[in-house]
């Protein structure tokens, strides 16, 4: 039996990942970051809590990493966990570049000190490209990368550490740069999310507006269920090596409103508001990512499409708001 040590295990890909590697017959491990609201660490993994085996830690203490992965042994390392949201990072810039960045040199440390022969993965970002995009209007591991945040920079610094650290020290150590991806385990502070859960709740009166920032950025969306069968896939790859994981499709916020109010039964632009606080201070204004080299060696492919994740989205805020 496999063994795999998850960090963000509690996070909405974590989660995904820890299920769909039970399923496959791992014995899976996690890392938590302590909450106050104990709840807060354990709802997404709720209904597998007896088929995983967590341990409190955090990427910024060092001595926390080297005795879990000391006592795990895994085979396989997945670092999940982060400080996820962009707009935050512009707030707390110092803790986004301690957790993202330092926070992933620590963990190849103790990789590289105790489970040296294990698999490592790193999940990288498309917010490390900025506005850079090729002629032909994607994003690829050869475009060149110009972030325009705290959060993607910090991705960045991880993600040359990885590459770094594999090229110096022969680890098994790779790099998915994942484009967005959305579930409804996705935070409600993220675009697609507030979307979806402001429009039920017009839908059902319980609020009048829904206030967002940037209506005419593009992203590449996909579904979090999908992109980790990516992570383990590339994982488990012969040679180690980084990858693209998107859908290869973008859409702006205004269309992902046009689509969810209208499933609704509404005009969106009857109810959404543009509010300057929302906006970046730098705004990344376009995403799409060219995942052919995924298909076309691992024969990866999404199972979701961009309708088909965001109708799960509403139906799961209809039931959790029925009346």
């Known amino acids: 039996m496999k063994k795999a040590l998850i960090t963000g295990i509690t996070g909405q890909d974590g989660s995904y990942l820890a299920e769909y590697l039970v399923e496959l017959g791992y014995e899976v491990h996690g890392i938590v970051r302590r909450q106050s609201v104990a709840e807060n660490?354990?709802?997404?993994?709720?209904?597998?809590?007896?088929?995983?085996?967590?341990?409190?830690?955090d990427l910024n203490d060092e001595g926390s990493l080297y005795k879990i992965i000391r006592k795990v042994a895994p085979d396989e390392i997945y670092n999940l966990a982060a400080m996820s949201h962009v707009?935050?990072?512009f707030d707390v810039p110092s803790f986004t570049i301690r957790t993202n960045a330092l926070g992933v040199l620590n963990m190849?440390?103790?990789?590289?000190?105790?489970?040296?022969?294990?698999?490592?993965?790193q999940a990288s970002s498309s917010e490390m490209f900025g506005n850079s995009v090729d002629v032909?209007?994607?994003?690829?591991?050869?475009?060149n990368m110009s972030p325009v945040s705290p959060y993607g920079c910090s991705k960045v610094m991880g993600y040359n550490l990885v590459r770094h650290y594999r090229n110096a020290y022969k680890l098994h150590a790779c790099n998915g740069i994942?484009?967005?991806?959305?579930?409804?385990?996705?935070?409600?502070?993220?675009?697609?999310?507030?979307?979806?859960?402001?429009?039920?709740?017009?839908?059902?009166g319980?609020?009048?507006?829904?206030?967002?920032g940037n209506m005419d950025s593009s992203r590449d969306w996909g579904h979090s269920y999908d992109y980790v069968r990516a992570?383990?896939?590339?994982?488990?790859?012969?040679?180690?090596?980084?990858?693209?994981?998107?859908?290869?499709?973008?859409?702006?916020?205004?269309?992902?409103?046009?689509?969810?109010?209208?499933?609704?039964?509404?005009?969106?632009?009857?109810?959404?508001?543009?509010?300057?606080?929302?906006?970046?201070?730098?705004e990344?204004?376009?995403?799409?990512?060219?995942?052919?080299?995924?298909?076309?060696?691992?024969?990866?492919?999404?199972?979701?499409?961009?309708?088909?994740m965001i109708d799960e989205m509403i139906k799961v805020w209809q039931d959790r708001l029925e009346l």
């Open 284 to 308: 990344l204004k376009y995403l799409k990512g060219d995942s052919h080299e995924i298909r076309e060696k691992l024969g990866w492919k999404p199972l979701y499409t961009f309708e088909s």
């Open 41 to 57: 660490q354990s709802s997404r993994i709720e209904k597998i809590n007896d088929q995983v085996k967590t341990y409190y830690g």
């Open 231 to 282: 992570m383990h896939l590339l994982l488990n790859y012969s040679q180690p090596r980084d990858w693209i994981v998107s859908t290869g499709e973008t859409r702006t916020v205004r269309e992902l409103c046009q689509y969810v109010f209208s499933s609704l039964g509404l005009n969106y632009e009857d109810y959404v508001i543009q509010n300057q606080r929302y906006m970046r201070p730098e």
């Open 108 to 121: 190849l440390e103790a990789y590289r000190e105790v489970t040296p022969g294990s698999k490592f993965y």
């Open 136 to 143: 032909d209007g994607c994003q690829r591991l050869t475009t």
């Open 206 to 212: 319980l609020r009048d507006n829904l206030e967002l």
């Open 87 to 89: 707009k935050v990072s």
């Open 178 to 204: 994942l484009f967005n991806h959305e579930s409804p385990r996705r935070g409600t502070n993220f675009v697609t999310h507030k979307v979806v859960k402001g429009a039920v709740e017009i839908k059902k």
